[in-house]
Structure formats: C-alpha cells, structure tokens
C-alpha cells in the first residue's frame, strides 16, 4: 500500500475542489470579489450566483455547495426553490427580483431573495440569504450593487 504525505493529499483535495468551481467573470479577481461580497452580506448562510445573460452558464460562486442548494420558500406565492432556480427562471427582461419572507412560523428566520442584471456587463446575479438575520432581498441587491462595482464588474 502506497501511503501519501498529508500535505499531498490535502493538496490533491484541493485541486479537485477548485477544479469544480467556476473560474469567475472575465477579467475579475474573483478574491477580490469574494472579499467584497463577504463584507457587504457575506454570512454561512448565503449563495450568490453570477451567470452568463443568455445562456445562464453559471461562472462564480460565493457560498459552499450545500448553502447553494437549499431550497426555501419561494416567497410571494412563489413555490420552494433554490438560488440556481431564482437565477434560471429570472426574465431577462425584467429589472429584477427582491423579495423576503419568513421561514420559521414565528417570524425568527427569514429569507431574503435577489437577482437581476449586473451593471455593464452581459451578466445576471442571484443570491439567497436565510436565518435569524437574514437581508431583505431589496437590501441584498443594494449592497450587491455596491460589492460588484467595487470589485470592477461595472
């Protein structure tokens, strides 16, 4: 039995995780990115989506993989869904979504929903944020709003 060093092997892991992660919008720093999303509305629970206008080929993630595909009340007589199917039923025509409503009978958890264009580029955002303290979706997208410039995506 071959035994492989620990740092290989975390090394491997990695790779294998990034190599499964879209590569970003061209010409961004997706660290950069991420960085400013996480100050603006970063939190566990949240997942941001960027997409291609047309096609909707995902090409950044902010969030982990399980966060990503949780589905929630969909809000607004909207049925339960995840932030990929926010992102791929969202009209192209349209300004956007904002939206928020609770998830615990008791009003202690909510979620909030975003989507809609990015600015000056041929690129569209969905984003989810659940929990105790969680943003109402118009919050989310101002502060997206903000994030996205400040990391060169205007």
């Known amino acids: 039995m ?35 999303i996480g100050q603006r509305i970063g939190d566990p629970s949240t997942c941001v989506l960027l997409a291609e206008r047309v096609s909707r080929k995902i090409v950044y993630r902010y969030g982990t993989n399980t966060v990503c595909a949780r589905t929630y009340p969909g809000c607004q007589d909207q049925p339960e869904r995840t932030v990929e199917d926010l992102l791929k039923g969202l009209d192209p025509t349209a300004e956007g979504v904002a939206i928020s409503c609770p998830t615990a009978a008791d009003g202690s958890r909510s979620v909030g929903w975003a989507a809609g264009p990015v600015a000056g580029r041929d690129l569209v955002f969905g984003a989810v944020m659940e929990g105790q303290r969680a943003l109402p979706g118009m919050i989310m997208t101002d502060r997206l709003a903000s994030a996205f410039s400040a990391a060169g995506l205007e």
């Open 2 to 36: 071959v035994r492989w060093p620990a740092a290989l092997t975390l090394s491997a892991a990695a790779l294998l995780i990034f190599a499964c992660s879209p590569a970003g919008p061209e010409g961004v720093d997706t660290s950069v990115l991420d960085r400013e």
